[in-house]
């Protein structure tokens, strides 16, 4: 997002996709909310979430991975438990969203917990996911597990 002229713009699509009917339009709404996401309008981008009537899983995954490449691991990580609470179950790329928070906060018991998870869904083949894994147990200072993960990758 090229800061304040394009934030803008996107604030006046914002107003016309509403003034046209399409607040209420899951599509639309997510656009809005991952360009607010790209421009780092986090609190924009949870009005809009808060504002949908329906939250599916790309609503959710979308804004769990803009808190947390926006600097908000703790929030991410509040959000993607929400999302379970909410019935929602994480595919694998809001796996990858959340996995950079959880090594930025350096819990391994959710971490690990989460690895499980993918392992009983056959996410770990994804590269991806494998990718985002190794990072969490870096930064989580576990580099004999990211290596058996690395080596599992080879394999």
């Known amino acids: 997002c090229g800061?304040?002229?394009e934030l803008e713009?996107?604030?006046?699509?914002?107003?016309?996709?509403?003034?046209?009917g399409f607040e209420?339009?899951?599509?639309?709404?997510?656009?809005?909310?991952?360009?607010?996401?790209?421009?780092?309008?986090?609190?924009?981008?949870?009005?809009v979430?808060?504002?949908?009537?329906?939250?599916?899983?790309?609503?959710?995954t979308s804004l769990v991975a803009g808190y947390a490449q926006n600097g908000f691991p703790r929030r991410a990580l509040d959000l993607f438990f929400q999302m379970q609470e909410a019935?929602?179950?994480a595919d694998s790329v809001t796996l990858v969203s959340v996995l950079p928070a959880v090594g930025d906060v350096k819990d391994l018991r959710i971490g690990k917990a989460i690895h499980g998870?993918?392992?009983?869904?056959?996410?770990?083949?994804?590269?991806?996911?494998?990718?985002a894994l190794l990072y969490m147990y870096f930064e989580c200072g576990c580099e004999r597990i990211a290596r058996l993960?690395?080596?599992?990758?080879?394999s």
């Open 3 to 5: 800061k304040k002229l």
């Open 9 to 20: 713009k996107g604030r006046e699509i914002h107003g016309q996709v509403i003034v046209n």
């Open 24 to 47: 209420y339009n899951l599509f639309s709404m997510i656009g809005v909310m991952g360009f607010y996401v790209k421009c780092g309008e986090i609190d924009d981008a949870y009005k």
């Open 49 to 60: 979430f808060e504002r949908m009537s329906e939250k599916d899983l790309l609503a959710w």
């Open 87 to 89: 019935g929602e179950k």
């Open 117 to 131: 998870y993918a392992l009983r869904l056959g996410f770990e083949s994804k590269v991806s996911f494998t990718n």
């Open 149 to 154: 993960v690395f080596e599992g990758m080879s």
